[in-house]
C-alpha cells in the first residue's frame, strides 16, 4: 500500500455529509476522522491514542470529539482537553492533525500544510450549473483514472448511451501533452457523438479534452465551437487497497433555465454510465486477483495510461518534453 502522505489536496467527503456527526474517511487504508466543532471543521487521525477505538464513533461535545471507549475529549488540532475521572494534571496528549478545507461543497484534506486552495473543476466559478455524485469501484486509481479519460472503451462498455448503436467511427486527431503533474489529450474532428447523451447535452462538437491531473483528478471537457458546453470532473482517491472512491462534478453553462434541466436529465445518464464502468472495472479487478497477474499489455491507443502512472509515480510524464499526434478512428 502506498503511503498515505499525498501532497497537495484530495477530495475526501462531501461538505453536507459532515453535520453535527462525525464521518470517518479512508485515505489509502488510513482512517481519518471529520468533525464539525464551534463551526470549525477539522480532521484528526481516526484513532484514539489510549485504546485504539476510532474517534469517529463518538460524539462531538463542547468544540471537542469525544472518544467512545473512555471518553477522552480531543480538539480539532488534536489535543487532549479532558480524561474523564482524572483527578490531577492531565498527560500530554496528541492525536495527528491534518489541514482539511472546503470549497464547491467538497472537503480536501492535506497530510501536509498547503497553502494554495483546492482544485475543483474547470468551471467553477461563473454562471455554471454543476452537480455532485459519488461512486466505489473495485479497482486502482490508475485503472480509475485511465477508464475516464479513455475513449475507446466507450464504444463497448456504454453502447447506445455514450455512443451511437452504429458501429461507425470518426478519423479523430489526438495531441496529448503534460506537464510536472499533468496529463490531457485533445480530441479534434470528432463530430458529435451519437449516443442519448451527447445527444441530450451537446450542442456541435469542436474538441474535446480529457485531462488527468495529480493526485487524482480525471477531468473530460467538451467544447462547442466557442465556449465549453460540458465538463465532468472526478476527484479520486484510494481508499483500501481494492476500493476507490470518487467524487463526479458535472458542470456547463447555465443558459438561462435549460443547463440546469439539461443537467438534471444527464444525471441518471451519467449513473447509468458509472455503473457499467463500476462492472467493468470491479470483473477487471477480480480478475486479476484470482489469477494472480497484474501484468497488462500496453496497447498503441492507450494513451493516456503511461503518463498517468508516471504522475502517481512523481515522475514527469514523457509528454511534458515530446507531444504525441496519432490518428485514431473513435
Ligand atoms: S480508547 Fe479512547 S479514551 Fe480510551
Ligand atoms: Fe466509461
New binding site residues.
Partial sequence: MSDHKIEGWVAIAQSNAVRNKPLRVLVNGRGFVLFRADGKLSCLADI??????P?SGGRVVNGTIE??????RFNGAGACEA?PGLVGTMPRTLVPSYAVCEKDGLIFFSARAVDATPYTTVLAAGDTVSMTVESRVTSSLAEVAENILDATHTHFTHKGILRGLSAKRYKVTVTVTGGDGWVEARYVGEPKQEGLVSRLLEGERSISIGRFRYPGIAELEFWGAKSINLVTTFHLRQETDDTVHGFGILSGPRQRNLGYLKALLFKPFFRIALRQDQHILHAAERNRRLFGDRRQMMGPLDIMRPHIDAILAGQTPAVAENPAVLVMEL
Fill in positions: 484514539c491514542p489510549h485504546r485504539s477505538a474517534l472518544c467512545p471507549y473512555h471518553g477522552w480524561m
